[in-house]
């Protein structure tokens, strides 16, 4: 199993990127996907998640309306637009895949994902 994420870097805030996460070993299109970030000094927190049935999105309050969430199972990837990035935004930023529907709050648990990415580093300058 490999959870390959890409797309980070350098970026002013109020600027985009778009991050991508290319997945093999596993039937991808069965699993919830969801991405993770991770601050210098802190805990690592959810940031939204796409379920395999049905495509239901979940989403942190803090990137609500600012961030989506999205997937080609054709291709197993993931991906997260950012948009209006904030400085706060800064952190490594982690694709996951769990085999069990979540949805909601459900999703937001960490132990709750079977297979991570190595994460790639998102800075929002101000």
């Known amino acids: 199993v490999q959870l390959q994420a890409s797309g980070g870097g350098l970026v002013q805030a109020g600027g985009s990127l778009r991050l991508s996460c290319a997945a093999s070993?596993?039937?991808?299109?069965?699993?919830?996907m969801g991405w993770f970030r991770q601050a210098p000094g802190k805990e690592r927190e959810f940031v939204g998640a796409?379920?395999?049935?049905?495509?239901?999105?979940s989403y942190a309050d803090s990137v609500k309306g600012r961030f989506t969430v999205s997937r080609d199972d054709a291709k197993n990837t993931v991906s997260l637009q950012m948009n209006s990035l904030k400085p706060e935004d800064t952190a490594v930023y982690y694709c996951?895949?769990?085999?069990?529907?979540?949805?909601?709050?459900?999703?937001?648990?960490?132990?709750?994902?079977?297979?991570w990415g190595q994460g790639t580093q998102v800075t929002v300058s101000s």
């Open positions: 070993g596993y039937t991808f299109s069965r699993y919830t």
């Open positions: 996951a895949g769990r085999h069990t529907y979540c949805s909601g709050y459900g999703c937001y648990g960490p132990s709750g994902y079977d297979y």
């Open positions: 796409m379920s395999w049935r049905g495509g239901i999105t």
